[in-house]
T-cell receptor, first 116, second 112 residues
Framework: NAGVTQTPKFRILKIGQSMTLQCTQD?????MYWYRQDPGMGLKLIYY???????DKGEVPNGYNVSRSTTEDFPLRLELAAPSQTSVYFC???????????????FGSGTRLTVV | AQSVTQLDSHVSVSEGTPVLLRCNYS??????LFWYVQHPNKGLQLLLK??????LVKGINGFEAEFKKSETSFHLTKPSAHMSDAAEYFC??????????FGTGTSLTVIP
C-alpha cells in the first residue's frame, strides 16, 4: 500500500515555464488536497477535490490549476511559474470529511519547487 | 472562522527533560484538532488527534495533548525528550473537514 505518492521530489523551473506536479493515491480516498508550505507560514490550501470531476479553490489558488479525472489522481498545474511559487508542495487525501475530521489526512512526501 | 496560534516558533530542551509545545485555536464550531510532526525533508506524520471524545489524547512516540475548551488550547507534551523528537511540529484545526488550518509550526531542538 503506497499511500499518497508525489512526483517529482525536486524541480527547478525558470520564470515563465509551466509544469505539472503529480499526485496519486491508492487508498480509494474521495477527498484530495494540495497545500503549499512556506517557511514560518505553516501550510496553506491551494485546491481541493471532493471526488472525480469536482474541484474547488482553497486559500491561495492564484497561479495554479487542478483537475480530477479519476479518483486516484489529482495533478496540480503551474502556468507561467513565478518566484513567489517557490515552495514545498504537499498533496494529501482523506476518505471523506468525516474521515478527515476523525483520522486526519494522509500526506505525500512533498515536492520541493524552486523558480529562478 | 478558524485559526491556530502556535505560541513558540522554537523550543529547545535537553534530552530526557519534558517537552511542552503550546497551541491555541479559534473555531466557531466544535473542532477536530491534530498535531502533525515533520522531520527534515520529510512529509507530515499524524502524531495524535482530538475528535470530541476524551480530552486527554495519547499519540505515538509517547506524546500526549489535552484539549481544554475553556482555554481554547491543545498543548502537546512528552515526559522525556529523545533525540529523535527533533523536528517541526504543527498544530491543526478543522471543523468542516474540507480544509485544515495549520499553525506556523514549532521547531523542537533536543540538546544531548
Amino acid at each position: 500500500n503506497a499511500g499518497v505518492t508525489q512526483t517529482p521530489k525536486f524541480r527547478i523551473l525558470k520564470i515563465g515555464q509551466s509544469m505539472t506536479l503529480q499526485c496519486t493515491q491508492d487508498m480509494n480516498h474521495n477527498y484530495m488536497y494540495w497545500y503549499r508550505q512556506d517557511p514560518g507560514m505553516g501550510l496553506k490550501l491551494i485546491y481541493y477535490s471532493v471526488g472525480a470531476g469536482i474541484t474547488d479553490k482553497g486559500e491561495v489558488p492564484n497561479g495554479y490549476n487542478v483537475s480530477r479525472s479519476t479518483t486516484e489522481d489529482f495533478p496540480l498545474r503551474l502556468e507561467l511559474a513565478a518566484p513567489s511559487q517557490t515552495s514545498v508542495y504537499f498533496c494529501a487525501s482523506s476518505y471523506s470529511i468525516t474521515g478527515a475530521l476523525g483520522y486526519g489526512y494522509t500526506f505525500g512526501s512533498g515536492t520541493r519547487l524552486t523558480v529562478v | 472562522a478558524q485559526s491556530v496560534t502556535q505560541l513558540d516558533s522554537h523550543v529547545s530542551v535537553s534530552e530526557g527533560t519534558p517537552v511542552l509545545l503550546r497551541c491555541n485555536y479559534s473555531s466557531s464550531y466544535s473542532p477536530s484538532l491534530f498535531w502533525y510532526v515533520q522531520h527534515p525533508n520529510k512529509g507530515l506524520q499524524l502524531l495524535l488527534k482530538y475528535t470530541s471524545a476524551a480530552t486527554l489524547v495519547k499519540g505515538i512516540n509517547g506524546f500526549e495533548a489535552e484539549f481544554k475548551k475553556s482555554e481554547t488550547s491543545f498543548h502537546l507534551t512528552k515526559p522525556s525528550a529523545h533525540m529523535s523528537d527533533a523536528a517541526e511540529y504543527f498544530c491543526v484545526v478543522s471543523s468542516t473537514g474540507n480544509q485544515f488550518y495549520f499553525g506556523t509550526g514549532t521547531s523542537l531542538t533536543v540538546i544531548p
